[in-house]
């Protein structure tokens, strides 16, 4: 069992910038593969960003070139970088972990983009 704790999450304005993180349990994080997921009210979840254990990265179309996400192995945290933000970006983020066929999933950290 992978426990997953995100953190980082707020009320900011459009235009900034948040940073959320996300901590998993485990001994081999470095194998793990993992994503940031969003929801909306009234929305289906959707991915934002994920990053596999050799580190290559995918972005969801309306994210790319404003967020990053980033891979700490020593410190078993993954990282998303957010910038420029919108109203729209406005959600529960979540963290999902891949491993060994396994899905795992944190509480979720809310976001909220309003002037």
């Known amino acids: 069992q992978v426990q997953v704790v995100e953190s980082g999450g707020g009320l900011v304005q459009p235009g900034g910038s948040l940073r959320l993180s996300c901590a998993a349990s485990g001994s081999d994080f470095n194998a793990y593969t993992m994503g940031w997921y969003r929801q909306a009210p009234g929305k289906a979840r959707e991915s934002v960003a994920t990053i596999t254990s050799g580190g290559s990265t995918n972005y969801g179309d309306s994210v790319k070139g404003r967020f990053t996400i980033s891979k700490d192995n020593g410190k078993n945290t993954v990282y998303l970088q957010m910038n420029s933000l919108k109203p729209e970006d406005t959600a529960v983020y979540y963290c999902?972990?891949?491993?060994?066929?396994?899905?795992?999933w944190g509480q979720g950290t809310q976001v909220t983009v309003v002037s």
């Open positions: 999902n972990v891949y491993y060994r066929f396994a899905e795992y």
